[in-house]
């Protein structure tokens, strides 16, 4: 019974980062994954890049990269398996892209994503969502559990995305994220 994005009226325009700041609860990860396709508002219209989120779903989905703020991963797999599987349905320049940045993070590749940390975990998803050369990225919570360090690089990366043109969104419980 609860309406969980009711009346929210929201255009964000090309390139640059906006930001969803709220607590737990506000319907940042709904508006997320009603964005991305993966939950179907009752009423309602939203549209990506000029496509129907309802009805152009899979054009619109090619056209973005989504980082989930709950983490739910392969724990059999090794990391870069994760991160081919993350990547399926992408060209091989994005899973090259994807290589890249895990190494950037020094990630364990080889081993096993279950002995990962929860930091480790959001740098792998990070990096999928960042290889794909795509005009929208939907990043939820992306820096939580990194430490202070790992925190700057993701923002350093986040910024030079922007500049480049993509169009960023993020949601967050810290106020300053991203200045």
Known sequence: DKQALKGIDLDVGPGGITGLLGPNGSGKSTLMRCLTGLIRPNAGHAE???????GDGADVRARLTYSPGELHLYGEMRGDEHLHWLLRGRDADAHGRGLEMAERFDLPRKRKVRGYSHGMKRQLCFAAAMAPEVRLRILDEITDGLDPS?????????????????????????LGEVD
Do not use: C, W
């Open 48 to 54: 990506v890049d000029g496509l129907a989120v309802r």
């Open 150 to 174: 790992r925190r700057g690089q993701v923002l350093d990366i986040l910024r030079e995305d922007a500049d480049s043109g993509t169009t960023l969104l993020l949601s967050s419980h810290h």
